[in-house]
C-alpha cells in the first residue's frame, strides 16, 4: 500500500484531489454510517423516538459538499443530511444531542424532532419540517448573498418526492430569473417513502426540468463518489462566477427503509433491496481506494476503531447533556442578536473543533462557536 502523497495519476489526482482528500472523503462516509447506525440502535432501544437517515446517500453527499467553501457557504440540508452536516462542520454529538432532544442541541436547543439538522455557527439552515420549504430559504439566502455581494454559494439537498411540491418550482423559478449562487441538489433514491419515481416525476428525470427554468441539469450516479465531486466542482465554479444556479440529480439507492416507521420489504422486492447493496458508497469507495493503493484490510480496521470510539463517545457525552429547562420553551421561537445567552455555547467542547480545526473556539453570543474567520481576517456575518 503506498503513502499518501505518492505521486500517481490516479483517477482522483486528474480532479484536482490529493490522496489526503480521497482518505477523508472516505473516513466521512464512514463515519456518517456508523452514526446512522448507532441513531438506529438507540431509537430501537427507546432512547429516541424516532429515526430518519441517510444510508446509501453518503457518497454523494461528501462529493457534492467537498468543492464547498466550509467557512463561507451555506448549506441547507434535509433530513438524510447527515453526511453532508458532518462535513461542513457539524459533529457526532452536535447531531445526537439533537436525537436525545437535549439543552444544547445546536439545531433547535431540543425542540425539534430527530432529522431536523441546522447549526447557526457553521452556515447549516434550520430545517424546516414540510417536505420542500428548504429550497426557497436556500434562494433566499442566496439572493441575500448576490445582493450584499459576499461571493457566498448556497447548497441545499432534497429528495425526489420533494420536487413535486410547488415550493420547489418556485425556488428554481426565481434562481434561474436573477442567476442566483445555489446549488440544488437532489438525492434521487427512487422512492418517496414508498411512492415509485414514475408516479412522481414524470419522464423520471428531475434533471430534465432545469432547461424550463435556466439552468444546467447535471445526472450522476450517486455511488461515485469523485463523479458527484467532479458535477459539484463544475457546478460551484459556475456559481462563483456569476453564472447562475445547477440543478444536480444524484441517482442513490436508499439502503435502509425511509425511517423507523417505515419496513420497506412491504413494497420493494427481496432482489431489489438486495441489487441496491451493490451501490453502497461505503463499499465501492473502499474498493477504489484500496486500487489505487490507499487502504488495505489493517487501514481498514483502524479507520473502523477510531469510528466507533468517536460515536461511543459521542452518545455518552450527548446522552449526559440535560434536558431543556421548561422556563425557556419560548427560547428559539424568534432569532435575536440582543441577548448573549440566547444560542448556548456548548462548553463541554474546550478548544478548536475537532474535526474542523479552522472553526474558532466555542463562545457566547449568535455564533455557537464563535466567528468563522475568513483568509482575510474578516468575521463571516
Known amino acids: 500500500m503506498k503513502a499518501p502523497g505518492t505521486a500517481t495519476q490516479t483517477r482522483h489526482a486528474s480532479l484536482g484531489l490529493s490522496d489526503q ?8 462516509i464512514a463515519l456518517a454510517r456508523a452514526l446512522d447506525d448507532r441513531m438506529w440502535v438507540l431509537q430501537r432501544a427507546g432512547k429516541a423516538m424516532f429515526v430518519i437517515s441517510g444510508p446509501g446517500h453518503e457518497g454523494c453527499q461528501v462529493g457534492a459538499m467537498w468543492p464547498m467553501d466550509k467557512q463561507r457557504d451555506w448549506l441547507v440540508p434535509f433530513y438524510r443530511s447527515v453526511a453532508a452536516c458532518l462535513v461542513k462542520g457539524m459533529t457526532p454529538r452536535d447531531l445526537l444531542l439533537g436525537l436525545f432532544a437535549r439543552a444544547t442541541d445546536p439545531s433547535s436547543g431540543g425542540r425539534q424532532m430527530p432529522g431536523h439538522y441546522g447549526h447557526p455557527g457553521v452556515k447549516i439552515l434550520s430545517t424546516s419540517s414540510p417536505v420542500g420549504t428548504q429550497y426557497p430559504h436556500a434562494v433566499g439566502i442566496a439572493y441575500a448573498a448576490k ?10 439537498a432534497i429528495g425526489e418526492g420533494g420536487t413535486s411540491q410547488g415550493d420547489w418550482h418556485e425556488a428554481l423559478n426565481w434562481a434561474g430569473i436573477y442567476k442566483l449562487p445555489v446549488i440544488f441538489i437532489v438525492e434521487n433514491n427512487f422512492y418517496a417513502i414508498s411512492v415509485p419515481l414514475r408516479k412522481q416525476v414524470a419522464g423520471e428525470s ?8 435556466g439552468m444546467p441539469g447535471v445526472t450522476a450516479d450517486g455511488a461515485d463518489v469523485l463523479e458527484c465531486y467532479r458535477v459539484a466542482k463544475e457546478a460551484y465554479a459556475r456559481a462563483k462566477r456569476g453564472e447562475g444556479s445547477t440543478l444536480i440529480e444524484y441517482r442513490v439507492q436508499r ?11 412491504r413494497y420493494r422486492p427481496k432482489e431489489e433491496i438486495e441489487a441496491a447493496r451493490k451501490s453502497d458508497p461505503l463499499i465501492t469507495f473502499r474498493a477504489y481506494l484500496e486500487s489505487v493503493g490507499l487502504m488495505d484490510e489493517q487501514r481498514y480496521k483502524e479507520l473502523m476503531a477510531r469510528i466507533k ?6 452518545t455518552d457525552s450527548a446522552d449526559a447533556v440535560p434536558l431543556p429547562d421548561p422556563a425557556t420553551a419560548e427560547r428559539h421561537v424568534f432569532a435575536t442578536q440582543n441577548d448573549p445567552t440566547y444560542y448556548r455555547a456548548d462548553d463541554q467542547i474546550p478548544g478548536p473543533h475537532p474535526l474542523h ?6 463562545g457566547v453570543g449568535a455564533n455557537p462557536r464563535g466567528p468563522a474567520r475568513r483568509s482575510g481576517g474578516e468575521a463571516d456575518a
Open 21 to 28: 482528500d480521497v482518505l477523508d472523503m472516505y473516513y466521512y
Open 147 to 156: 445582493l450584499r455581494k459576499t461571493g457566498e454559494v448556497t447548497m441545499v
Open 206 to 213: 428531475v434533471a430534465a426540468r432545469a432547461a424550463g427554468y
Open 255 to 265: 439502503l435502509g427503509s425511509h425511517s423507523s416507521d417505515d419496513q420497506q420489504e
Open 309 to 314: 470510539r468517536e460515536i461511543d463517545e459521542a
Open 357 to 362: 480545526p479552522w472553526l474558532a473556539p466555542p
